[in-house]
């Protein structure tokens, strides 16, 4: 049996991580199995809401929509972009309010690093649950418009990578901006710029439709690629706009983890 | 000393303009248990949370078994157990998850710590508690519970910050008896604290902290010794008649103390003194003769008491 001193000699850890993610997994597992599952199931419920409001209250005045040269059918081209709405949820509510309660309320972040554990072990992991938790609201709702007939090709599948890269993304973002907050007032900035995100990226609608200012506005949001993406993958419609949408989930995941890992230790390391 | 454990040189942390610590210098040996003494803002938070290599410090040398916490930080934690000020137990859990999604932290494997969390449990006093979330627990539990999860990992040395700050004198005697017999296990423990009962009941040596810097090193004992009179006779005249009496009375001590509410006089037989005092015709409203303790050592080094 090993001793947590020869752990931490053989890992070779540095002063950033000490190799074991993981275990952030493991803790958030223990305490999500015995806490309420309410505002798990309402995250989930709400792009489904979205869905049946829209789509078959909304769709039946509005018909069919044209986007590129193709028309389809008005509930068949908001799935994808909810679809890429849930992932985004799911990834924020754990990354943002339950990362700060974690930074300044318990204080959990501080013990941990009181053990061998590094900054970047904590980023990893908290933001690996948030990615799962909005990859599991993301599949949920794949199985309710499947169920509804909605998914028009075997592409759909890539919808599920699709949505990992971008919960992966708003939850390595999310943390790295609530690294920052200190009080609950600061946090609703969150909601100021998520929820006109929501409702301007294009899921309810192409964005073709808005003048010309405000459409390079949305395209230089995060959830207008994640949209477009899901959407590209779901019509099968593989151009090269899709790597660029990949490469700026990329890039938000990497400076989302940069920055999260830096302010942890400028915050309980100094 | 040969091969402390523990060796700090010339260590110095500055906030802005302010100076925690100021370039003070001690060592621990091993099984040796360890006290700082002094009143809140001395510098003994800042000081263990160097020790404890979750704080960088801006000159000096630190050294915890031959390594630098700031160059090898998780090597040195996987060395220590960590007892903070403020309990934070993760009180989403229960009192065995605790101690096991700790143990984790660590890379212990989970065998190990299975075994281990029953040991524990007994150790503090919690096995009826076992799977009652950490919430439910009363203060002295859950600073029993804190002391036991930092003991998951069998650290060479406990860190332990204001143990029993905040606990009723019931709660404070349990955990006392609970560090004594880790003591006596030979874990090295390193404490501070600002009650000078618990340093001279659980400190082999202790160095009295004030301002950030040492003023004294010693054992409780040597310490006393060294800076105060065997006994201390306590007498108070009311507020206003105390100072008035004061030079008549410095005249026949060692040495004294003037308090706002009372007179602190030195000396080696204190029922002596207060005959002389009432042969004097000054009659105190209340006398009290008692042993000299660290407090007297404090007021004697700062001019101030340790607790304000």
């Known amino acids: 049996m090993k001793t947590a001193v020869q752990i931490a000699e053989s890992r070779k850890s540095s002063a950033m991580f000490a190799g074991r993610p993981h275990v952030l997994l493991e803790r958030g597992w223990i305490a999500f199995r015995t806490s309420t599952w309410i505002p798990v199931v309402t995250g989930f419920i709400e792009p489904v809401l979205f869905l049946l409001a829209f789509g078959y209250g909304m769709g039946s005045l509005v018909g069919d929509v044209t986007t590129g040269n193709t028309t389809i059918d008005y509930t068949l081209f908001i799935a994808p972009g909810l679809l890429a709405n849930s992932a985004m949820n799911g990834a924020i509510y754990d990354s943002t309010w339950n990362v700060f309660w974690k930074l300044n309320e318990s204080k959990l972040y501080k013990t941990m690093l009181s053990t061998p554990l590094g900054p970047l072990d904590i980023a990893l992991g908290e933001i690996t649950w948030a990615l799962i938790r909005g990859l599991v609201y993301s599949l949920g709702f794949l199985t309710v418009v499947t169920a509804l007939g909605l998914t028009p090709s075997f592409w759909a599948i890539l919808a599920i990578p699709a949505a990992s890269l971008i919960a992966f993304g708003f939850a390595s973002f999310g943390m790295a901006i609530t690294s920052y907050f200190k009080t609950y007032q600061q946090m609703g900035f969150i909601n100021i710029v998520l929820l006109p995100m929501t409702l301007f990226s294009g899921s309810l609608y192409p964005i073709s439709v808005y003048p010309d200012w405000l459409e390079k506005i949305i395209m230089a949001l995060p959830l207008w690629h994640g949209i477009e993406l899901v959407r590209a993958f779901w019509f099968g419609n593989l151009t090269s706009g899709v790597f660029v949408h990949i490469a700026y989930f990329l890039v938000m995941i990497a400076v989302g983890l940069f920055v999260t890992s830096r302010r942890l230790r400028a915050l309980f390391l100094r | ?308």
């Open chain 2, 1 to 308: 000393m040969s091969n402390p454990l523990i060796s700090v040189r010339g260590l110095t942390k500055v906030f802005g303009d302010f100076t925690a610590v100021n370039g003070i210098d001690f060592d621990v040996a091993k099984g040796e248990s360890f006290g700082l003494l002094g009143p809140n803002g001395a510098g003994k938070s800042t000081t263990m949370r160097i020790l404890a290599a979750t704080s960088t410090r801006t000159s000096g040398t630190v050294e915890i078994l031959g390594k630098d916490p700031e160059q090898f930080g998780p090597l040195v934690r996987a060395h220590l157990g960590v007892v903070p000020q403020q309990d934070n137990l993760d009180n989403e859990l229960t009192v065995t998850e605790n101690l096991y999604i700790y143990g984790r932290y660590f890379g212990l494997s989970k065998k190990f710590i299975k075994n281990k969390i029953e040991e524990l449990l007994e150790f503090a006093q919690l096995e009826e508690k076992r799977d009652v979330k950490v919430e439910a627990l009363s203060g002295g539990m859950k600073r029993r519970l804190t002391i036991a999860r930092g003991l998951v990992s069998e650290p060479d040395i406990l860190l332990l910050d204001e143990p029993t700050t905040g606990l009723d004198p019931q709660a404070r005697h349990i955990l006392w008896d609970r560090l004594f017999r880790l003591k006596e296990q030979g874990v090295t423990l390193v404490l501070t604290t600002h009650f000078m009962d618990e340093a001279e009941q659980l400190c082999d040596r202790l160095v009295v902290m004030d301002k950030g810097s040492i003023m004294a090193e010693g054992s409780p004992a040597g310490l006393i010794k060294e800076y105060s009179s065997k006994e201390v006779l306590e007498v108070r005249f009311g507020s206003d008649r105390n100072k008035e009496v004061a030079p008549q009375l410095a005249q026949i001590c060692e040495r004294m103390e003037t308090l706002p509410d009372r007179l602190l006089m030195y000396t080696e037989d204190g029922e002596q003194l207060l005959e002389q005092i009432t042969a004097m015709k000054l009659h105190p409203t209340t006398s009290l003769v008692r042993r000299s303790s660290l407090e007297d050592v404090f007021l004697r080094l700062t001019g101030r008491t340790l607790i304000e």
